[in-house]
């Protein structure tokens, strides 16, 4: 199994601020795949990166894949209440059927 | 569109008794995906499915775990008998492809509670 370690676990900031969150793995995965998990529902996927060294932007959010295609990292800036919940780091591979997911980091953005 | 449909949303049962979760995929996709998520542990995957056929169950934490899937369109996952450490949030996911780098789409999950 390929892990995935996603910090911080836990993080609370006001609105406004701005956060990173990162996805760290000693494998090596085709794609890493961002999902957001609202309380009550299913997580729901953000972004898919494919390409090492490749930035995604999806309005306040900003997705990296390293170049090495073992880590990412999510930024937001200038979060708001909307931009909480579990986000989740998953790793696809080109060889896999599956995809191995991170434990998550739970955001917590008040007003 | 309907999205992955499960049921019920919400089970609470003794121990011992038997548990069946159901999970209905978004059609025409093919592969269909059980998860487990507690806090412990996060999001495990149980079992995966590709064009009904059961690929991957090394997931599955023992005997007590079956899942099916007889059609496109239907899945079950049952725990018999069920124990207090099953309790746990569990998702059927289903998937266009079987490419490990294409999206997944989430049921909302049911909410297990054995006592």
Known sequence: ????????????????????VYCNSSSVFSSLQWYRQEPGEGPV?????????EVKKLKRLTFQFGDARKDSSLHITAAQPG???????????NSGYALNFGKGTSLLVTP | DAGVIQSPRHEVTEMG?????????????????WYRQTMMRGLELLIYF?????????????????????????????????????????????????SGNNEQFFGPGTRLTVL
């Open chain 2, 50 to 98: 590709n064009n009904n056929v059961p690929i991957d169950d090394s997931g599955m934490p023992e005997d007590r775990f079956s899942a099916k899937m007889p059609n496109a369109s239907f899945s079950t996952l049952k725990i018999q008998p069920s124990e207090p450490r099953d309790s746990a949030v569990y998702f059927c996911a289903s998937r266009l492809g079987a």
């Open chain 1, 1 to 20: 199994t390929q892990l995935l370690e996603q910090s911080p676990q836990f993080l609370s900031i006001q609105e406004g601020e701005n956060l990173t």
């Open chain 1, 45 to 53: 996927l953000l972004v898919t990166v494919v390409t090492g060294g």
């Open chain 2, 17 to 33: 008794q038997e548990v069946t979760l159901r999970c209905k995929p978004i059609s025409g996709h093919n592969s269909l995906f």
């Open chain 1, 83 to 93: 931009d909480t919940g579990l986000y989740l780091c998953a790793g696809g591979s």
